[in-house]
Structures are given as C-alpha cells and as structure tokens.
C-alpha cells in the first residue's frame, strides 16, 4: 500500500498485415479518432510511481462498476519535490539548452504534451492534482474528561474541466490505493478558479484549493483542516529488466517494432507493433498522458495496450474521475478496474501486465481461456481475470499468434522504458519488479 511521506509532485500501429487492426476498428466504432498532426509524421526498471477516469460510453452506460476491496501490489510513493539546482562548472556561465516546451500543433487543440508555463492555462494546471490530511470531524472524542474534535484521513483529487471550471472528489481514508483508503462512493465537488484560488462546493463544507494546498471550511467559516498537496510515484516506475527479459524500448531506438515513431526527445509515440510474437509474458511499460481538459470520456488521453492483438488493457486520463467501466486499468468493454490509480496528467505512470494465453486443441477449438492480472501504479486493477473472448473490437481468438502493439487513437500518449519476459524462454522470474530505490 502507500507508505506515507512529507507531501510537498496513436490507430496508426497496424496488426497482422492479413487482418485489420483491432485499434483502428476501436476509433472506427467506440471511440472517435480525432485529426493528429502526428499522424503525418514520417516513420523515422524495478517498481515505483503513481497513477484519471472518464465517464462510460452510452453503450457501456449500463455497465456495472466492480467493488472489490483487494488492493494487493506496492501502491505509488508520495515523495517531496526536489526542484534541480545545476552548478555551471566554470565561471563563465554556459547557454543552457532550451527546454522542450509543449508541442505548438496540440497546444493550438488545447492538448498540453508538457505543462503549460503561462496564461490561465498554467494556472489551472498548477491545481491538478491530489491533496491529503486530517479533517475535524463534528463528533466530539471524549478521553481522560477532555472533549476533542475527532479527525478523519481524507484524500481530494482535483481535475481541470476546462476554462476554468473543475471537479474534485474526496476520498474517506486517503487517497486510493493507499492502504487506510475506504472503497466507498466520493464526495463529488464542483467549482470555478478565481484568480490563483479555486472554490469548490457541494459536500457539508466548502474548499478552497491553491497550487499548494486544500483549506476546507465549515459552515460557520471555522478551517477544519489544510490538505497539502502530494505527489505520488509507483513503486515499479523505473524498474530495470531483470536477467531474462528482452528490452522493447530504451530510448535507443524502435527495432523492437514496426510502425514505430520515436519522438525528439527519445520517447515512443503511440502507435506500434512488437515484432515479436508472444504467447504466455509478463510486460511492464511506462506511459505519460497529454493534459486535455476540454475532452471527456473516451476522448481523453486515449490510448491501449493490445494483447496479442485481441485484449486490451485500457490507458485513459482517467484521474480524478469515479472508478467507471473503461477508464485506466480496465479490460476494454469487459471489466472495470478494481481501483482508479490514474494519477495526474503529464506524470509519468506504470502498466505491468501478466498475461496467460488461451490454449487451443488440435482441431483449432479453444480448451482455455485466456488469464491476466494487471497493476497500475502498482496496485492491482485485475486479479487472474479469464477472459472468455476478445474485448472490444479485438481479432477473433485462434491458436495462430498476432502482434502485440500499443494503440493509436489519435491522443499523443507516450511510452519508455518497455520490457517483456517471454515465460515460455525465461521462467520463474518475479514479477512485477521493483525500482531500486538505493
């Protein structure tokens, strides 16, 4: 679970060449691909960090959210923010490299790939994200013939609707996946920035929330508490493959697939086929996703993970969202994730995936579904779940192996630091791996 700290942080990849990609038939049907300037674009590690979801689509809308209480995996660390400090080494100051900023095509769309720096749109990022503390409650706690407030861990995550607005959800516990985190319905609030403040309301208080922290007042205007702001990190963000693996994509370059880009600043956009074929395999990859306010649903930060071409372990900004049927950790139009670890847009994330394939007579029937446990943030979203076909718009299950590949929907999705074991070359290998935090 969370162990606590100071607070103070593309369907462009094609499949099999003799059947159409499950992605593309996604954008094709459920959810709606929007133009990319990246689409014209020329084809040229051990566990720690933390974890956003969107509301279902109308044909998923009378699907049933999954209230499990099991959170087993190591969940994200809250760490304090460090900001650098270079020393230049010689008394002449050197010109510093121009720092990436966001991509000028997206920001027109309003799809931030790096924080914005200015305007109302910084200001309006600089309050997502998520607060946690003790609140005063109204009961009185009597001990030793002294009365005192009663205080209750509370966890508020805050997301940016657009121009201004926002909603937030408070969280009885902490925060999810930490291990004092009651599964239970959120407080929803709603609420509008006024200068560098944001007001929120709609529970028995109200809160006002800057860049640092979450005051929340009661009617009477008395301060129950000051929620600082915290930033957490999966616990296998980072992790290095361990003796066994094969290295997908170190930043090096793309040969581990087809259809790969590789961005200016070394990282894997969206849109790619493993050349490698895989049955039985544990993955783990790391993803980023743009800031997109003004989107929702399925039109946020979308983006997918294909097994074997036919299953898909869902990526979406689902931060900040209720625990819905196809947001961050979901098996795509099959199963809700247990728990909503998204973390903010814009961090860095982890997917680690352990996946079974179905086994097949020699007829070509199926004699066993296929299996897959998954985590994100390193907390656990599906537990050995069987999947008895493919999910979503997948290729028709066959013994005859497909491409595994990262989606294209069209969001500019980032991934770093993949790695697979192939069980049926490297077994017995513990999975998932732990970042060394030495």
Request: charged residues 25%; glycine residues 10%; contains cysteine.
């Amino acid at each position: 679970m969370l162990p606590s700290k100071t607070a103070v942080g593309q369907e462009n990849a094609a499949a099999a060449n003799e059947s159409p990609d499950p992605a593309q038939s996604d954008a094709a049907k459920d959810k709606p691909k929007k133009a990319s300037s990246e689409e014209q674009a020329k084809s040229a590690a051990k566990d720690k960090q933390p974890a956003r979801t969107n509301a279902p689509k109308a044909d998923d809308d009378a699907a049933k959210m999954e209230s499990g209480n099991d959170q087993a995996g190591a969940a994200p660390e809250q760490k304090e923010t460090q900001p650098a400090n270079p020393v230049p080494d010689t008394q002449a100051e050197k010109t510093p490299a121009a720092k990436p900023g966001p991509d000028p095509e997206w920001k027109a769309k309003g799809v931030w790939t790096l924080p914005p720096t200015d305007g109302p749109a910084a200001i309006d990022f600089s309050l997502v994200g998520e607060y946690l503390g003790d609140v005063k409650s109204g009961d009185n706690d009597t001990k030793d013939g002294n009365s005192s407030k009663k205080t209750r861990r509370l966890g508020v995550q805050i997301r940016n609707l657009g121009k201004g607005e926002f909603e937030a959800r408070a969280y009885s516990g902490g925060l999810p996946g930490q291990e004092s985190f009651e599964d239970e319905k959120p407080m929803l609030l709603f609420g509008r920035r006024s200068g560098s403040t944001l007001v929120l309301s709609g529970g028995p208080w109200a809160m006002f929330a800057g860049a640092e922290e979450c005051k929340i007042i009661d009617e009477t205007g008395t301060t129950l508490a000051k929620l600082p702001r915290v930033e957490r990190s999966s616990p296998t963000l980072g992790a290095a493959p361990p003796e066994g693996a094969m290295v997908l994509f170190d930043g090096t370059d793309t040969n581990a697939f087809a259809h790969a880009r590789m961005t200016e600043d070394k990282l894997l956009a969206q849109g790619a086929n493993i050349n490698f074929m895989l049955n039985d395999f544990d993955l783990h990859l790391e993803f980023r996703i743009p800031h997109m306010p003004a989107q929702r649903e399925q039109r946020r930060g979308n983006s997918g993970i294909y097994l074997q071409g036919r299953y898909e372990c869902q990526v979406l900004d689902s931060f900040g969202d209720a625990k819905v049927f196809n947001g961050l950790g979901a098996l795509y139009r099959h199963k809700a994730p247990k728990f909503n670890m998204a973390l903010p847009p814009l961090v860095w994330q982890t997917y680690d995936i352990h996946f079974t394939a179905a086994r097949f007579a020699a007829d070509g029937s199926k004699i066993r579904n296929a299996r897959i446990s998954s985590w994100v943030n390193g907390v656990k979203v599906q537990d050995d779940e069987e999947l008895p076909g493919p999910t979503g718009h997948g290729k028709p299950e066959s013994p005859t192996l497909l491409p595994t590949l990262i989606q294209d929907h069209g969001d500019p999705v980032r991934f770093r630091n993949i790695w697979v074991i192939d069980r049926g070359l490297s077994g017995g290998i513990e999975f998932p791996q732990m970042a060394d935090t030495k």
